[in-house]
Each structure stands twice: as C-alpha cells, then as structure tokens.
C-alpha cells in the first residue's frame, strides 16, 4: 500500500502542473483577446499580479504574445523608461528582477518589471 501513495501524489503533482498551464493558457488567449489584466483578474477574483505571473509562465513555455504592443500598452512608463528597462533585461538578464530594479536605481516597480520583463522575453521568442 506504501508504494501507491507516491504515485498518487505524483499524479496529483502532474495534475497540478498540467492545470497550472492551461490557466496560463486560458488567460493568455484572453489576452490576446484584447482583455486587459486588471478586468481579467476582476473576472478571475485573482490579484492583476497572478495574471501577470500566469502570462510569464505562458511566454516561459515557449509560447509567443501577439501582438507584443498589448503589454506596453499596460504599462505607465514613458518611452524613455522603458528603453532603459529594456537594455537593463538585455545587461542583467530576466531570471531574477533585482540586478535590474537596483541597476536602474529602485526608479520603477517591481510590478512594471514584471509586466516588461514579459515583453522582453515575449520580443525574443521565436516564433
């Protein structure tokens, strides 16, 4: 009987994980769909930021954002700000968001961050 409960857990893991991506998948589609992230996370009862999360894990899986313009146009920074963010992804990477927030001297949230970082990885996809 031991030996059952691993494989149960591990389906439920498995399960998890598939669930996990079609939400990402669900929302992203709603996206693309011209659904902003604060009326998709209103429709959700989910916080703006787990809908931001869910649209990182979608790019991370190797998928593609269309049209990439969309996020930007979520975002409150000047053309300026966001040409600065952009070559700060392209210095320090998008693994982790502190190299970035302190290279551009703590000037723009970690909630902007997130969103650009979706951008940028979203221009480097390949098709």
């Not at 209103?42 to 916080?47: G, N, R, T, Y």
Request: with cysteine; glycine share 4%.
């Amino acid at each position: 009987m031991s030996n059952e409960q691993p494989a149960t857990s591990v389906s439920k893991a498995k399960s998890s994980q598939t669930s996990s991506s079609a939400k990402s998948i669900e929302i992203a589609k709603a996206f693309e769909a011209g659904q902003a992230i604060s009326s998709l996370a209103q429709q959700l009862k989910v916080k703006p930021s787990t809908v931001i999360h869910h649209l990182y894990c979608y790019v991370q899986e190797g998928h593609k954002l269309s049209p990439a313009g969309q996020i930007l146009e979520q975002s409150q920074l000047s053309d300026t700000q966001l040409a600065k963010v952009l070559a700060a992804f392209t210095e320090h990477g998008t693994q982790r968001l502190k190299p970035v927030y302190d290279g551009l001297k703590e000037q723009i949230s970690y909630d902007q961050l997130h969103l650009l970082r979706i951008y940028y990885l979203n221009t480097k996809a390949k098709n």
